[in-house]
């Protein structure tokens, strides 16, 4: 069994070409230096606060927790940050992490666009060059965020290759990283991919959980019972979570994209119906068949059409610390409606299969219960999408 | 410790890749006796794996084309058992970390030894990763070969103290691909492979002509050329074997003429 680093159980360290390691110890030994420098973070939390517009807000969604008839319902709204998703977080962070480290050039793979977008933002900001890779499926799914990456200066990478979604965008970053790596930072989107890059993205999104922790403490007094996120890869929920691990009575659950449902081959729940594997630079729990050949995975959600799952996830899973649970496009579709219609907000699709699992269990628990649900984003870039899903044709 | 000895004591070893099953078994079957017959030294036998992160287009089409023919590691493996009964020799698994652990690492690493694969080529198992397999290919026999990229600087002592079998240098960043030029210091990256250990090295990546493959050869012990055989498999299809054949055998007289 290997003991390398970056290890959560038996889950995550460093599988990948010998030509990527000196680039990964090199970011590892610039994250120890700077994440505890007071500079650093200065610069940073400038950035969170004044740009991204941190904190986001907890908010209180009582049409929503009065129709359910049970559990009260906290929305922590990081669709509310600049660019319209948590991304943000973590791709301040990285990129600044880049600058001191030298890079004057951003990579990254994007699913949904959120992530792509938030790193053309800070490349913008902070007048670096930036490439974005993108499957050409979700170009298509997904056409106003291309618009808005070119937009920020950014080039826009349409991938080919394999299923033409987030596994191979994420592939041709890796690919493009070995090819140019002394001026270019590969900023990662998710708490995957190899060491140290499931701990810095988590670590500059476990934000999202020490503001609801703070910011409950304030409203109720108290710590909440269940916290909810989105999972892909499972950076907001890793967020989300975190600050949360060590308090047993909070239950965390993550909600995976089922697709058109588990007992079918269009699904991309990875706890699942995946199983242990070795890929994308960690081991972890992949869709995968039986001679280990990745599967091609489904979802109405970009975001979440991934066929694995962070290490950090994987190991909160095997010992029981937290639950994931598929949601189906069905009733992820119905959340984004019905929050839209309850709330008027209209949740990203990734974010509402977390609203989908509010809605089932807050109505069997009490009404002096507290549940967070994290929206990840806003909804407006997957309005057409939607609207298609239901048979109507918009014009974006 | 097996067969891949034997590769480097014939001058300087000239080593083709192959996907298995592109486009399909009896194909590589073929290509793979006429390589042999021809001078290859020591034949990569590649498993395809539905995302070869370390491949350029070429290799990752060949992948393609041999996972829709309904390849599989169990069929691959019986494409070894009867090729062996003539091909003697030396034949190393080129393939990607989960391809093996997924079929059970155990499983997977005793059926190379029965079967007779020599060596193991993971390009996504790095030094810091091979405890991996390591235990596993040293209780059968099989190299668990490493490789040396042109950016492992301060790494390369280390990684050469445990090689074991052959290492495979690393000769350009990037993917595996056809390369107009090879860039890096080849020649400094050898010689401290050399201070650290007398496993032979082998170059690869990029190198698709006689000229790169006598220069690269020159500097090391040995050249790796795998693109450029599969644009020849991807041209000729199941005709391919003679056109393999005579590539093998025009790169082998290169590396042979280069004193």
């Known amino acids: 069994m290997s003991s390398s680093r970056g290890r959560f159980g038996i889950h995550g360290g460093q599988y990948i070409p010998e030509t990527l390691m000196n680039a990964v110890i090199e970011l590892e030994a610039a994250y120890d230096r700077y994440k505890d420098d007071p500079d650093f973070n200065r610069e940073l939390n400038a950035l969170l606060n004044d740009y991204a517009g941190r904190p986001s807000r907890l908010y209180y969604a009582e049409k929503m927790t009065r129709d359910l008839g049970g559990a009260k319902i906290y929305l922590k709204r990081e669709d509310l940050n600049h660019t319209g998703?948590?991304?943000?977080?973590?791709?301040?962070?990285?990129?600044?992490?880049?600058?001191?480290?030298?890079?004057?050039?951003?990579?990254?793979?994007?699913?949904?666009?959120?992530?792509?977008?938030?790193?053309?933002?800070?490349?913008?900001?902070?007048?670096?060059?930036?490439?974005?890779?993108?499957?050409?499926?979700?170009?298509?799914?997904?056409?106003?965020?291309?618009?808005?990456?070119?937009?920020?200066?950014?080039?826009?990478?349409?991938?080919?290759?394999?299923?033409?979604?987030?596994?191979?965008?994420?592939s041709e970053a890796m690919r493009e990283w070995t090819r140019r790596i002394s001026d270019t930072h590969y900023c990662l989107g998710s708490v995957m991919g190899p060491h140290p890059f499931p701990t810095i993205v988590r670590d500059f999104q476990s934000v999202i959980s020490r503001e609801i922790k703070e910011q409950l403490l304030e409203k109720e007094g108290r710590l909440p019972d269940a916290v909810i996120a989105c999972v892909g890869g499972g950076s907001n929920a890793i967020g989300s979570f975190y600050h949360f691990i060590n308090d047993e009575s909070v239950a965390l659950i993550g909600c995976e994209a089922a697709g058109r449902g588990i007992d079918t081959f269009e699904t991309a729940a990875t706890v699942n119906t995946g199983r242990l594997g070795i890929f994308h630079g960690m081991k972890s729990y992949f869709c995968q068949d039986e001679f280990g050949q990745i599967a091609p995975v489904y979802s109405i959600s970009a975001g979440l059409d991934y066929p694995g799952i962070g290490p950090e996830h994987a190991h909160l899973h095997d010992i029981g610390r937290a639950q994931y649970v598929p949601i189906t496009d069905d009733e992820a579709v119905e959340a984004f409606e019905y929050l839209a219609k309850t709330e008027g907000i209209i949740p990203a699709i990734e974010s509402a299969h977390a609203v989908a699992y509010a809605k089932k269990i807050a109505p069997t628990m009490g009404k002096d219960r507290i549940i967070v649900v994290t929206i990840s984003g806003r909804g407006d870039k997957d309005c057409a999408a939607i609207a298609r899903y239901r048979g109507e044709n918009i014009n974006e | 410790?097996?067969?891949?000895?034997?590769?480097?004591?014939?001058?300087?070893?000239?080593?083709?890749?192959?996907?298995?099953?592109?486009?399909?078994?009896?194909?590589?079957?073929?290509?793979?006796?006429?390589?042999?017959?021809?001078?290859?030294?020591?034949?990569?036998?590649?498993?395809?794996?539905?995302?070869?992160?370390?491949?350029?287009?070429?290799?990752?089409?060949?992948?393609?084309?041999?996972?829709?023919?309904?390849?599989?590691?169990?069929?691959?493996?019986?494409?070894?058992?009867?090729?062996?009964?003539?091909?003697?020799?030396?034949?190393?698994?080129?393939?990607?970390?989960?391809?093996?652990?997924?079929?059970?690492?155990?499983?997977?690493?005793?059926?190379?030894?029965?079967?007779?694969?020599?060596?193991?080529?993971?390009?996504?198992?790095?030094?810091?990763?091979?405890?991996?397999?390591?235990?596993?290919?040293?209780?059968?026999?099989?190299?668990?070969?490493?490789?040396?990229?042109?950016?492992?600087?301060?790494?390369?002592?280390?990684?050469?103290?445990?090689?074991?079998?052959?290492?495979?240098?690393?000769?350009?960043?990037?993917?595996?691909?056809?390369?107009?030029?090879?860039?890096?210091?080849?020649?400094?990256?050898?010689?401290?492979?050399?201070?650290?250990?007398?496993?032979?090295?082998?170059?690869?990546f990029g190198i698709s002509t006689p000229e790169q493959a006598a220069k690269m050869s020159a500097l090391s012990d040995g050249a790796i050329v795998g693109s450029a055989i599969i644009k020849i498999i991807e041209k000729y299809g199941r005709d391919s074997a003679p056109y393999v054949g005579e590539y093998v055998k025009s790169m082998k007289e290169a590396m042979l003429a280069q004193k």
């Open chain 1, 85 to 170: 998703a948590h991304k943000i977080n973590n791709v301040l962070g990285q990129a600044l992490l880049a600058k001191r480290m030298g890079k004057t050039r951003l990579i990254a793979e994007t699913g949904a666009g959120q992530h792509g977008v938030a790193t053309a933002t800070a490349a913008a900001l902070m007048g670096m060059e930036c490439v974005v890779f993108m499957g050409e499926e979700d170009t298509k799914r997904q056409a106003l965020n291309v618009y808005r990456m070119k937009l920020l200066g950014s080039e826009v990478v349409p991938v080919r290759t394999g299923t033409a979604t987030l596994k191979d965008a994420v």
């Open chain 2, 1 to 204: 410790m097996n067969r891949i000895k034997s590769a480097f004591e014939n001058g300087k070893a000239f080593i083709p890749f192959v996907t298995c099953g592109d486009p399909d078994l009896e194909t590589t079957a073929k290509v793979v006796r006429a390589a042999a017959a021809n001078g290859a030294d020591l034949i990569e036998l590649g498993i395809p794996f539905s995302d070869p992160t370390a491949e350029g287009p070429v290799i990752q089409g060949a992948n393609i084309r041999a996972l829709s023919g309904g390849v599989t590691t169990d069929k691959i493996f019986n494409l070894v058992r009867s090729l062996r009964t003539d091909v003697k020799i030396p034949l190393a698994f080129m393939t990607y970390a989960n391809v093996v652990f997924s079929y059970g690492a155990e499983r997977f690493i005793s059926t190379c030894r029965e079967i007779g694969i020599d060596g193991l080529i993971l390009p996504d198992l790095p030094f810091e990763e091979r405890e991996e397999f390591l235990p596993l290919c040293r209780k059968y026999g099989v190299a668990l070969i490493s490789l040396i990229a042109p950016t492992s600087e301060n790494r390369i002592a280390m990684i050469a103290n445990e090689a074991e079998g052959f290492i495979y240098v690393v000769s350009s960043l990037g993917v595996t691909g056809m390369r107009n030029e090879i860039n890096t210091d080849i020649g400094s990256i050898v010689k401290v492979i050399r201070e650290n250990t007398d496993i032979p090295c082998a170059v690869g």
